[in-house]
T-cell receptor, first 109, second 116 residues
């Protein structure tokens, strides 16, 4: 079965602390993995995708096929990082996205 | 430029009523997707169009749900005889659908449907 699991509903950290938002997936084949973010009162938007191997707003995510994980990391959290984060996957040959249930990140000053 | 727009932003319906939700994709985007997001959940895929062709409707929860995109641009998601379990945010997304890779999907603000 195709599934994305985000075990944490809420993650609270202080400004400057490291952040890791966990994502595990189940997919038979080679999926593409994404992180989407939704800031307060804004629409859902792409943060990063594994295939581009970019660092966006200081966030990185490495695809670990052995552990079927795609955790999102940032070494020093900022207050403006507070948002809802969704991990998602898409299978090769199909564009539809399968989302996890999301993790709310709260960064306190 | 203008992003994906959806209307209405909020809709309250009585159980049993029919509703129609509209999505205006980014101009020139070939692919259009509908997702349903229940409270506290991630978005769930409903259906997908490439131009006017509905290529995947595997996510539609019942035959009360119907989507169309007759001219390959604007799309309408129709829900007949609404039930309380239909209450959710309905998201529309569009993408250029370049051939090489899964293309970035740009999301609209969503329509929040409440069925009383």
């Amino acid at each position: 079965a195709q599934r994305v699991t985000q075990p944490e509903k809420l993650l609270s950290v202080f400004k400057g602390a490291p952040v890791e938002l966990k994502c595990n997936y189940s997919y038979s084949g080679s999926p593409e993995l994404f992180w989407y973010v939704q800031y307060s009162r804004q629409r859902l938007q792409l943060l990063l995708r594994h295939i581009s191997r970019e660092s966006i707003k200081g966030f990185t995510a490495d695809l670990n096929k052995g552990e079927t994980s795609f955790h999102l990391k940032k070494p020093f959290a900022q207050e403006e990082d507070s948002a809802m984060y969704y991990c998602a996957l898409s299978g090769r040959g199909t564009d539809k996205l399968i989302f996890g249930t999301g993790t709310r990140l709260q960064v306190f000053p | 430029g203008a992003g994906v727009s959806q209307s209405p932003r909020y809709k309250v319906a009585k159980r049993g009523q029919d509703v129609a939700l509209r999505c205006d994709p980014i101009s020139g985007h070939v692919s259009l997707f509908w997702y349903q997001q229940a409270l506290g959940q991630g978005p769930e895929f409903l259906t997908y169009f490439q131009n006017e062709a509905q290529l995947d409707k595997s996510g539609l929860p019942s035959d009360r749900f119907f989507a169309e995109r007759p001219e390959g641009s604007v799309s309408t998601l129709k829900i007949q005889r609404t039930q309380q379990e239909d209450s959710a945010v309905y998201l529309c997304a569009s993408s250029l659908a370049l051939l090489a890779l899964t293309d970035t999907q740009y999301f609209g603000p969503g329509t929040r449907l409440t069925v009383l």
